[in-house]
């Protein structure tokens, strides 16, 4: 158990469906993030909040819309995705913003396009 | 382009032998963390190293770090079947963000 909650586990669906992410912290944390892991590549971040508000969103298409209501949960809203959208979604969090902070992950959400 | 990048991608031991990794990066950094990844699951932190830092140790795990040479290395001692899955260096090189390398997998065979 690491503290971060990630839901649904894996998902299916078609390039015209919207569907979302969550993701949910209970270790107190100020700082959210979501990354993107693809076979044989880094792991690429894709967005930052800092106490609900977004500091990094990193070229990423808008076809992703990230929100987060409060600093325990964050959301990732997906719509018209392309298949090499196909990944595995990870959510983190850290005490502070700053990459001096270890970040706890969670399991992720395995994301296949169709 | 990445910042971090492992060395070797795979590795492949006996029970109890020791396993060694490298980062080797490009630009100066402020730390450098390494996390483990097991099959299916998110990312647990391991170790985090400061620039102004040689070498940490906890547990089985003993990281350094070589600043004239851009580098890192993990060790783990003494190794357990448990101890197979992926590892990455992940760098600070500027702002508040990390830049995670492509990873080592390793496989330690009972």
């Known amino acids: 158990e690491t503290g971060v909650t990630q839901t649904p586990r894996h998902l299916v669906m078609g390039m015209t469906n919207k569907k979302s992410l969550k993701c949910e912290q209970h270790?107190?944390?100020?700082?959210m993030y979501w990354y993107k892991q693809s076979a044989k590549k880094p792991l690429e971040l894709m967005f930052v909040y800092s106490l609900e508000e977004r500091v990094e969103n990193n070229s990423v298409p808008s076809r992703f819309s990230p929100e987060c209501p409060n600093s325990s949960h964050l959301f990732l809203h997906l719509h018209t995705l392309q298949p090499e959208d196909s990944a595995l979604y990870l959510c983190?969090?850290?005490?502070?913003?700053?990459?001096?902070?270890?970040?706890?992950f969670g399991d992720g959400t395995r994301l296949s396009i169709l | 382009s990445q910042q971090g990048e492992e060395d070797p991608q795979a590795l492949s031991i006996q029970e109890g032998e020791n396993a060694t990794m490298n980062c080797s990066y490009k630009?100066?950094?402020?730390?450098l963390q390494w996390y483990r990844q097991n099959s299916g699951r998110g990312l647990v932190h391991l170790i985090l190293i400061r620039s102004n830092e040689r070498e940490k140790h906890s547990g089985r795990l003993r990281v350094t770090l070589d600043t004239s040479k851009k580098s890192s290395s993990l060790l783990i001692t003494a190794s357990r079947a448990a101890d197979t899955a992926s590892y990455f260096c992940a760098t600070d090189h500027a702002g508040n963000k990390l830049t995670f390398g492509g990873g080592t997998r390793v496989l330690v065979k009972p």
């Open positions: 270790l107190g944390h100020n700082a």
């Open positions: 983190a969090s850290s005490q502070a913003w700053g990459s001096n902070q270890p970040q706890h």
């Open positions: 630009t100066s950094i402020n730390n």
